[in-house]
């Protein structure tokens, strides 16, 4: 199993133009999720899925829209990039089950300027 | 709502020195409660977890944490580190009674520096 994959790695934007982070998992995880990480503050849930077609606000999803037509994928978009933005963005998803265990992609660093 | 506060935002130890990474919770409800690593420009890697039973629980590397319920502490510990385990560690806390989101809450995490 791949486990979460996350492309791009890097990115630099201006400020304005939009993109789609790509995330996907081949566990068949209901559960999927986007975080932030800035320096010093931790990981902030952005977007969550408990499944196929059911999507739902974080703590932080101002500037940022998500879909999840698929079991497997789970994209977050910027569609006016803002400075603000800049940060390292990480997918996660989990099964159904009574773990609560969150598996992590590796990362996308975006910055924006 | 809940809350992780970690104490040190840095913890500097030698090679083979014991080390105790510190984590306290805010919660009105039953906890589960995690230790996660990140190493440079990677992703996060569950160390271990607790959801019930033993309070002291046993995770990969040779790291352990304890549930303490009374103090709220999540505690991760490890006898002897290396070069290796230097690194990043966040505590996080989820909650059962969460059926809907199962969203984890970050403490904003503890850097590792192990030195020669």
């Known amino acids: 199993n791949a486990g979460v994959t996350q492309t791009p790695k890097f990115r630099i934007l201006k400020i304005g133009q939009s993109m789609t982070l790509q995330c996907a998992q081949d566990?068949?995880?209901?559960?999927m999720y986007w975080y932030r990480q800035d320096p010093g503050m931790g990981l902030k849930l952005i977007y969550y899925?408990?499944?196929?077609?059911?999507?739902d606000k974080g703590e932080v999803p101002n500037g940022y829209n998500v879909s999840r037509s698929t079991t497997e994928d789970f994209p977050l978009r910027l569609e006016l990039a803002a400075p603000s933005q800049t940060s390292v963005y990480f997918c996660?998803?989990?099964?159904?089950?009574?773990?609560?265990?969150?598996?992590f992609g590796p990362g996308t660093r975006l910055t924006v300027t | 709502a809940q809350s992780v506060t970690q104490l040190d935002s840095q913890v500097p130890v030698f090679e083979e020195a014991p080390v105790e990474l510190r984590c306290n919770y805010s919660?009105?409800?039953?906890?589960?409660l995690f230790w996660y690593v990140q190493y440079p420009n990677q992703g996060l890697q569950l160390l271990l977890k607790?959801?019930?039973?033993?309070?002291l629980v046993k995770g990969i590397n040779g790291f352990e944490a304890e549930f303490n319920k009374s103090q709220t502490s999540f505690h991760l510990r490890k006898p002897s580190v290396h070069i290796s385990d230097t690194a990043e560690y966040f505590c996080?806390?989820?909650?059962?009674?969460?059926?809907?989101?199962?969203?984890?809450?970050f403490g904003s995490g503890t850097r590792l520096q192990v030195q020669p």
């Open positions: 607790y959801l019930s039973g033993s309070t």
């Open positions: 919660s009105s409800v039953s906890v589960y």
């Open positions: 899925s408990v499944g196929a077609g059911i999507t």
């Open positions: 996660a998803s989990s099964e159904s089950g009574k773990s609560y265990e969150q598996y």
């Open positions: 566990m068949n995880h209901n559960y």
């Open positions: 996080a806390v989820s909650s059962p009674v969460d059926t809907g989101r199962r969203a984890l809450t």
